[in-house]
């Protein structure tokens, strides 16, 4: 099945530096309609309004992390389907244990480049080249 | 009284022996004295207690110096002055990066923007460039985060420190604080950068040099 790029990507990181970088390389990739939540909260309350097709989301976030909101995607029966890929700079294996267990698609280690996003973001949304 | 009981019968027996022996005493007399006085002290102070009081006043000395050493460090000073002029710091390297940051990708989008208006093999080549743009500046995320850890073990010092000051009480603040020096050398001149609050602007500056004109 074809993936549409004109679904709604939702971006979540407290750093909006990083919220404009990640933005842009989807641009790049084709992706044009992203928002952007800062925290892991307000990306739960866009995510009950909105009809998402990706979820990109940094870890270390107040007052709500990006594994809590991992939990509560998985946790919602309308939201668990939504692939989530964490984008963080943690990177010791019990917090990729941790994030696969709370139901991770897949996960990305800051810093990281284009072809990683896209790489991972095939794996789980599918090729879209 | 232990002591005023044991000066007593030292006493009795120093008189029976001055009523048998006048002021004339034998030595072997004299040493079954001092055994007597000896053992009438078992039970009040032995070797070991002696040991122990000299331990205990050696440890007292020990915290007196130390206690004083602690306040010629000034934690007052160390907790309001330099962790706070550390945190300031790098507060202003994390705002000071955001901005380059964000000026860096302001650049790179607009470079973007301009790809229509070219042939596609040059159009595609810019978005390589402006996409390895993109990727060098997740720098600041990196480093914005570390900075973060730093300031938070700066607070978690600030914290201990400040657990010392209650623990010695004002004595710490007692020490004399560092005089100022008389004489400014070049090396008191090297403080820069200065944080955005307290920087002179471009403007300031040229005032100030044509105040000397």
């Not at chain 1, 097709?53 to 107040?62: H, V």
Request: net charge negative; glycine share 6%.
């Amino acid at each position: 099945m074809a993936v549409d790029k004109n679904m709604n990507v939702l971006i979540v990181d407290d750093y909006k530096t990083m919220l404009r970088i990640i933005r842009n390389l989807l641009k790049q990739l084709g992706f044009n309609n992203v928002d952007e939540a800062t925290d892991g909260s307000m990306a739960l309350q866009m995510l009950r309004v909105g009809n998402y097709g990706l979820i990109i989301s940094d870890w270390n976030m107040e007052p709500m992390t990006g594994l809590q909101l991992l939990r509560e995607v998985r946790a919602d029966a309308k939201l668990k389907p939504i692939p989530f890929i964490m984008v963080t700079a943690e990177s010791k294996s019990e917090n990729v244990i941790a994030a696969k267990e709370a139901g991770v698609s897949n996960y990305i280690v800051k810093p990281f480049n284009a072809e990683t996003l896209k790489t991972k973001m095939v794996s789980v949304i599918g090729d879209f080249s | 009284m232990a002591a005023k009981g044991v000066d007593r019968d030292l006493g009795l027996r120093l008189d029976a022996i001055r009523r048998d022996h006048g002021e004339t005493v034998r030595v072997d007399q004299i040493a079954e004295v001092v055994r007597a006085m000896l053992d009438s002290m078992t039970g009040d102070i032995n070797a070991n207690d002696l040991k122990l009081y000299r331990e205990i006043e050696s440890l007292a000395d020990y915290i007196h110096a130390a206690k004083a050493e602690i306040a010629a460090l000034r934690p007052g000073e160390i907790k309001n002055e330099f962790i706070a002029s550390a945190t300031d710091e790098l507060d202003a390297i994390v705002g000071s990066t955001e901005a380059a940051t964000n000026e860096i990708m302001d650049s790179a989008e607009h470079l973007e923007s301009l790809t229509p208006l070219m042939d596609a093999e040059v159009a595609a080549r810019l978005t390589e460039i402006t996409t390895r743009i993109f990727e060098a500046c997740t720098f600041q995320d990196i480093t914005g985060q570390r900075i973060t850890k730093v300031v938070r073990m700066l607070k978690e010092i600030e914290g201990r420190v400040e657990s010392l000051i209650k623990a010695f009480g004002s004595d710490t603040d007692d020490a004399p604080a560092k005089a100022d020096k008389a004489v400014m050398t070049d090396a008191d001149l090297l403080n820069g950068p200065q944080l955005p609050s307290g920087a002179a602007d471009q403007a300031e500056i040229d005032r100030l040099l044509a105040s000397f004109d």
